[in-house]
């Protein structure tokens, strides 16, 4: 395979993505980058015996890749997975099955199984002389989300829910927030979305409900109840 011809490897930070280099109507490249059809391969070599390159060409004998999103520690050595999509979407079922065997018949470990695709944090225990409108605006300062969600689970008291594009944007979300917690206060805690981190504190609450919107204008009295946009 020409691989040069057909796919572009970048990097950014801990991820080093093969991406096609094959022009797909706007409609489909929407869908794949919201993680249609996304698998995710676990059990990679922690050495450089399983590159992203090798995973690929075993990959496209199914069909085209769209993109390998292959993680890799501060050394550049595999951090033990990766994340696969293929151009036509309705691959995936048959993926599952022909590359555990595949990979079986290589000799190596890796498994295949469907993604998560988990693209939604939970941000607790934010300073209360924070408002939910300045949490909106630090948060899109730090990495771009698609949509927030705010619980009022005591009286003002608050919990936020950030939804991002797909998983990758919102692992990258995860990271920088983390980085800068402090901001939102000595407790603030940033984690993926789960159904108990809901559970615990989103019983009888109100829900704020933010579309994202870069021109924001107006500040949210923090006693408003119900949906609003800003």
Not at 28 to 41: A, N, P, R, V, W
Not at 115 to 128: P, Y
Not at 173 to 199: C, M
Request: glycine share 4%.
């Amino acid at each position: 395979m020409d691989f040069d011809s057909k796919y572009c490897k970048s990097q950014v930070n801990g991820t080093i993505s093969i991406v096609t280099r094959k022009v797909l109507d706007e409609n489909l490249k929407s869908l794949l980058e919201e993680g249609e059809g996304e698998l995710f391969l676990t059990c990679i070599p922690r050495d450089k015996s399983c590159s992203p390159e090798w995973i690929v060409e075993v990959a496209s004998e199914l069909g085209e890749v769209y993109i390998l999103r292959y993680k890799i520690d501060f050394s550049g050595n595999s951090r033990g997975y990766a994340y696969l999509q293929y151009i036509n979407v309705n691959l995936k079922e048959s993926a599952m099955e022909y590359l555990p065997m595949r990979f079986r018949q290589l000799c190596l470990p890796l498994r295949v199984e469907p993604s998560t695709n988990n693209r939604e944090l939970v941000l607790k225990n934010v300073e209360s002389s924070l408002r939910p409108w300045q949490v909106y605006q630090e948060m899109l300062k730090i990495h771009p989300f698609t949509i927030l969600r705010v619980y009022e689970y005591q009286f003002d008291k608050f919990f936020y829910i950030f939804g991002y594009r797909n998983n990758d944007s919102a692992a990258s979300a995860h990271q920088r927030v983390k980085n800068v917690i402090k901001k939102f206060g000595a407790h603030a805690h940033i984690s993926w979305l789960t159904a108990e981190s809901i559970l615990k504190k989103g019983s009888n609450s109100s829900c704020f409900q933010q579309e994202l919107s870069h021109n924001l204008t107006r500040r949210v009295h923090p006693r408003q109840r119900g949906c609003f946009k800003f």
